[in-house]
Structures are given as C-alpha cells and as structure tokens.
C-alpha cells in the first residue's frame, strides 16, 4: 500500500484559497537517523532563512503500509511569488549545499509533490497528530460538497476536534498509486486522537458521505503523521 504520507499536517491559519495561493509543497524522504535529519533541518533553517510567509514543518509519518517513507517536509507557501523565492534560494544560499551533503549519505527522497486546498477549517499548528485518507476522485464537483456536509458535523461533534481540510492532489503523483485527494483531520495530541480511533461504529454523518460518494471516489489509504517540529 505505497502512500504519500508526507500528509497533511496542513498550516495555513487562513483557509481563503484563491489561484495564488495558498498551497503546499510535500517532500518525502525515508531515514535511518532522523535525530541528524532533525540537525541538518536546524542548520538549514538558521542558514537560509525561509522567505516571508513560508513556513515548514517535518512531520514523522507511522502506520503507513509499505510506503518507504518515514518522515515529510510540509513546505507551506502564501502565494506563487514565495514559492518562485523559495525555489530560487535552493540555488543562491551556500545553507542549501551544506543540507545536501549532510542529508544524502543518511536519507532517500520518496516523493514530491504540490497540494492545493479545496476546504479546511481550525487551526492546525495546535494539532500535533494527523490522519490522512487518500482517496482517487472521479467526480469532485460531487465529493467536495459531500465532504463539506461532512466535516460541518464532525468539526461540531467530536470526531474531528482540531483542524481539518482537502487538498486537490497537484503535480508529482500518480493517481492510481497515491489518489487525486487528501483529507485530513487534526488532533491537539496522541491520546485524543486514540479515544477517537478506538470508535467502532462510523457516526451518521460519515455512513451519508460513504453513500454519496462510493461510486466516485476509491479509499487509497488511511495514514498518520506526528509533527516534530515546526520552522516559521
């Protein structure tokens, strides 16, 4: 069950999406030693400073299949403009080679990818535990408003007590692999998130999105991801 599991901890504070933004930037890479991938993010960080409103955040992912991927960076850009300044600095601060030669002897890139939000709502920088369900969607003019119903009910009634959101899967993925969408639901931390997992029986509100989006949509995975730490 080869994922992307790089997901979601989305960290957008505001949830107005436009053509310029806001989205994200998913960077999966498989490590051994994540104690000095966690150095090298620490060097990089003070090295190049992140433009202005980029934010990243390395999450540990678990419970994800096969999926080679341990950890993902979450790169999250305000606008295009940040996203062509981030992807210039890659090749204008001495930070970035110092970063690579360090992280190539002890980590594999897995996967990149952009993501673009469809909706969301919380906050999810005081979420620290995330499940993601991937999903391949035929017909997303259907499955976002069902999603929408959805998740109006689960942000209310406990099932989904922190931050939440969807993402059209963008440039970097297959879909018969990894699906065309992400959701996901954030939890402030790990025991909240198991008084929920050990729910045997989906509530009413997910047993009505199951029947308006069966025949359009295939689950490709459900995952989770742990922040380890947030850059600004």
Same mark, same amino acid.
């Given at each position: ?56 955040? =390395? ?5 994800? +299949?096969?999926?080679? #991927?341990?950890? @993902?960076?979450? *790169?999250? /850009?305000?606008? !295009? ?32 990818? =952009? ?5 969301? +709502?919380?906050?999810? #920088?005081?979420? @620290?535990?995330? *499940?993601? /369900?991937?999903? !391949? ?96």
């Amino acid at each position: 069950m080869k994922k992307i599991t790089f997901l979601i901890a989305i960290f957008f504070a505001s949830y107005s999406f436009s053509a310029d933004g806001p989205f994200l930037g998913l960077f999966g890479i498989k490590t051994d030693n994540p104690a000095a991938v966690v150095a090298a993010t620490d060097t990089l960080n003070k090295d190049c400073k992140n433009p202005e409103g980029v934010t990243v955040t =390395l999450v540990a992912e678990a419970f994800n +299949g096969s999926e080679p #991927t341990t950890h @993902t960076y979450l *790169v999250g /850009f305000p606008n !295009n403009a940040a996203y062509v300044e981030w992807n210039a600095q890659i090749a204008t601060c001495p930070g970035w080679t110092k970063y690579f030669e360090t992280m190539n002897p002890i980590s594999e890139e897995t996967v990149s990818a =952009l993501a673009f939000p469809l909706a969301g +709502g919380g906050d999810a #920088t005081k979420d @620290t535990v995330f *499940v993601n /369900f991937f999903a !391949n969607v035929s017909r997303p003019d259907k499955f976002l408003p069902a999603y929408q119903d959805l998740m109006e009910v689960a942000s209310t009634d406990g099932s989904c007590p922190g931050s939440w959101g969807l993402f059209a899967i963008g440039p970097g993925v297959t879909p018969d692999q990894f699906g065309t969408h992400i959701a996901f639901c954030g939890y402030p931390d790990l025991a909240t998130y198991m008084e929920q997992a050990q729910v045997r029986v989906p509530t009413k509100a997910f047993q009505r999105f199951i029947r308006k989006t069966f025949r359009i949509s295939e689950n490709k995975g459900v995952t989770n991801s742990f922040v380890v730490k947030r850059y600004d």
